[in-house]
């Protein structure tokens, strides 16, 4: 009777289920071709379990459900915002909130108001709309995040940290006055989910308070990086996931949040600030992009259900759960020997595509290439974090991230243990025999973000 593991487990039941269609393989072969070896354009009919994003794919619990029912629909005023924004303010602790259709809406807004032409936006690590709203403004990104971030190898616990000598060195090559902010993200998607420690974010607003630099937040996996640091970080052992998203926050002059991902609502998004002027600012400019300051883009029933998210995102055995999932799904692709990145990440599992098919240059997309063989294999579908993710720079040139790598991400209270056995038993078969496949081409490139829309064809 020793040695009993005491598993995690699921602080809810379910009480609808939604029905998956199970395809043929010939099935699949037409989808795939048809979507131009693009997950991103296949229809999710087709799917069998979708692994393409966390965003706006979690399952609403009953209370949030019955939320949509206290929608106020008035134009202006309605009752719901005044009650995300208490919950925004008791939370999260910041002062003004300005809600948003979702992440990328308060992106464009706070990049407008605070990104003057030729300025340099540092941060750890960039994300895809993140960046582009930076670009788009005249701003420029440069990468701060500590190398080890760049290395799937390296089992360092937070490699969402940022390295405070190459923030220094762009302070002193350009000047604090064209900073207008750090950008910093809380589990950094694109290095697979990793977090960054209190230690590292406190280190970074003594540097940035003596410069005079703002710090903004991309909040978007705060509670799931509050749950690394309760479980990895000295001192927060004892804390709750709610305490140490306060505290991290703290440290912040504001956010930008996809409500999509942590809060557990299927649209949505704020911006949050500390300074009145810059919410002033905001505040003139969301009715031009999104809505009227008490709605921008959202319905009443829409802020009703991510008040009622944001609650359950911070308790402390909803999280336990919702990274315990992940974690089993990455301690089992492990065990067959598939490269993954390290340590295991909050949102989903990546795999180190380079590694994984190593006979296929960058050039011809091998995680791109993965995606499709898995979608092949069992109608499992993933989403490419590589080269094609990365796009090109303001001058035409591709970027060649470090980072190749295929995203199973996972969404909140949504699928079982069983389905991820199925996801790593097809990651596992299409290992067995990765010698034998070849890469793609791209054969039509958008603009902007190409990632979404992009078409290629297979290589002879
Ligand atoms: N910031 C981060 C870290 C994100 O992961 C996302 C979205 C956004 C901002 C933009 O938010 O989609 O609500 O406009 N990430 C999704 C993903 C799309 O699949 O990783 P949005």
Redesign the pocket.
């Known amino acids: 009777m020793k040695n009993i593991h005491h598993s995690w487990a699921e602080p809810y039941k379910i009480k609808m289920v939604e029905l998956l269609k199970i395809s043929t393989a010939t099935q699949r072969k037409k989808a795939m071709k048809e979507a131009g070896f693009n997950t991103f354009l296949l229809r999710s009919e087709d799917v069998y379990i979708d692994l393409?994003?966390?965003?706006?794919t979690s399952a609403m619990s009953d209370r949030q459900w019955a939320g949509l029912m206290m929608g106020d629909e008035a134009y202006a005023g309605s009752k719901n915002f005044y009650h995300l924004e208490k919950v925004v303010k008791e939370v999260y602790g910041y002062k003004y909130l300005l809600p948003t259709?979702?992440?990328?809406?308060?992106?464009n807004i706070l990049s407008r108001i605070l990104i003057k032409k030729g300025d340099i936006i540092p941060g750890n690590m960039y994300?895809?709309?993140?960046r582009l709203h930076q670009e788009l403004a005249g701003g420029k990104f440069e990468d701060i995040i500590i190398d080890e971030a760049h290395d799937p190898e390296n089992e360092f616990a937070f490699k969402g940290n940022v390295d405070l000598d190459k923030l220094d060195r762009l302070v002193k090559k350009h000047g604090a006055a064209k900073i207008p902010y750090v950008s910093i993200?809380t589990?950094?998607?694109?290095a697979g989910g990793q977090p960054i420690s209190m230690k590292n974010l406190k280190e970074l607003r003594a540097y940035c308070k003596k410069h005079k630099i703002r710090i903004i937040h991309?909040m978007?996996?705060v509670a799931e990086n509050a749950y690394f640091i309760q479980q990895k970080e000295k001192g927060y052992e004892k804390k709750s996931v709610k305490e140490i998203v306060n505290e991290i926050n703290s440290y912040t002059d504001g956010a930008?949040m996809?409500?999509?991902?942590d809060a557990l609502v299927n649209i949505?998004?704020f911006l949050a600030l500390n300074e009145w002027d810059v919410f002033e600012e905001a505040r003139n400019m969301v009715v031009v992009y999104e809505g009227l300051h008490t709605y921008g883009g959202l319905a009443g029933r829409d802020m009703e259900a991510m008040a009622i998210g944001i609650g359950e995102s911070v308790c402390d055995d909803h999280i336990r759960a919702r990274v315990g999932q992940v974690i089993y799904l990455g301690n089992k692709m492990m065990e067959y020997g598939i490269p993954i990145v390290k340590p295991i990440g909050g949102?989903g599992i990546f795999l180190d595509a380079k590694k994984f098919l190593p006979h296929i240059p960058q050039e011809n997309y091998p995680a791109q290439t993965l995606a499709a063989e898995i979608y092949l294999d069992s109608g499992v579908r993933t989403?490419e974090?590589g080269v094609v993710s990365a796009g090109r720079k303001a001058n035409g040139e591709n970027y060649y991230p470090k980072l190749e790598l295929l995203?199973f991400?996972i969404p909140r209270r949504v699928y079982t243990q069983a389905h991820m056995d199925v996801i790593a038993e097809s990651a596992a078969s299409v290992f067995e025999r990765r010698n034998k496949i070849k890469g793609l081409k791209m054969v039509y490139e958008p603009r902007y973000l190409r990632f979404f829309q992009a078409r290629f064809e297979k290589l002879n």
């Open positions: 393409l994003t966390d965003s706006g259709h979702q992440g990328r809406g308060a992106e994300f895809t709309t993140t993200a589990s950094v998607n694109m991309d978007t996996r930008t996809s409500a999509k991902k949505g998004g949102h989403m974090r995203r991400t």
